[in-house]
């Protein structure tokens, strides 16, 4: 008996030193690609997945809905749990996640990554939209105008930071410190709010290029993705980032 119970309970010891590894994995890697991140209860999460403002299939044809619901709930979600695991019990706890970005040099890759992550993912979404394309009025219209030479010419130099971000990464428009617009790109999840950005400001605008976001759909081409980008953009959004950006 005495026998049995020993072994029982160093089957359990194992089990639990399998689980705390495979959350090690997934924690402190870009693991959040992977099927089986590690979760935690929603109950008394510190940061929560974001409803989407529309239907999976909304954006179709141009993001189909399969890619929109893995993206959200699988991989939006893993880096949500992975970042909910890297801070629990530390101060960061306490820490908005854009104060959070803005001392990224101070923390750990496991926030950088996951952070990073949960806060591109929720930026994307909100400047998506079913009725989205065209172009920007008003200020930032005008604005693109006089920063880029036109509306054409903007486009066509955002689209050439997301082509040519090499492996995973974002394309961005941002609000630089003198208020002023600018197209940058960053690598796997960093973006212009983090103080280790090559290009720092506020971002208003960005694409996803981990093929995560495209692959089921375009496969290996980029570019027809962000061309297709272009037709859900919502202007409104974006505008209304760039009014609180330059205040
Ligand atoms: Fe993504």
Redesign the pocket.
């Known amino acids: 008996m005495k026998t049995f119970c020993s072994f029982s309970l160093l089957l359990f010891a194992a089990s639990l030193l399998m689980v705390s590894c495979a959350g090690e994995s997934t924690v402190n890697g870009d693991a959040a690609d992977g099927p089986n991140a590690t979760t935690v209860a929603d109950n008394g999460a510190i940061h929560t997945l974001p409803a989407l403002p529309y239907d999976y299939d909304a954006l179709e044809p141009h993001i189909d809905a399969k890619t929109m619901e893995i993206?959200h709930t699988r991989?939006?979600q893993a880096y949500i749990n992975n970042l909910n695991n890297a801070i629990a019990g530390s101060p960061l706890e306490n820490m908005s996640i854009e104060e959070m970005m803005a001392t990224m040099s101070q923390h750990s890759m496991a926030v950088r990554n996951n952070g990073g992550?949960h806060y591109?993912?929720a930026l994307?979404w909100e400047i998506l939209s079913p009725n989205g394309g065209g172009e920007p009025e008003g200020a930032l219209g005008e604005a693109i105008v006089e920063t880029f030479g036109s509306f054409e010419a903007f486009k066509e130099q955002f689209h050439r930071m997301g082509m040519t971000q090499f492996g995973s990464g974002w394309a961005w428009l941002l609000v630089d410190e003198n208020g002023q617009l600018q197209v940058s790109q960053t690598p796997n999840q960093d973006n212009p709010l983090m103080d280790i950005a090559d290009v720092q400001g506020t971002p208003i605008l960005g694409v996803?290029v981990?093929e995560?976001?495209y692959y089921l759909k375009y496969q290996n081409r980029r570019g027809d993705y962000i061309n297709a980008f272009w037709n859900i953009v919502n202007w409104d959004a974006v505008s209304e980032k760039y009014r609180a950006a330059i205040q």
């Open positions: 993206h991989h939006h992550g591109n993912h994307f996803d981990w995560h976001g």
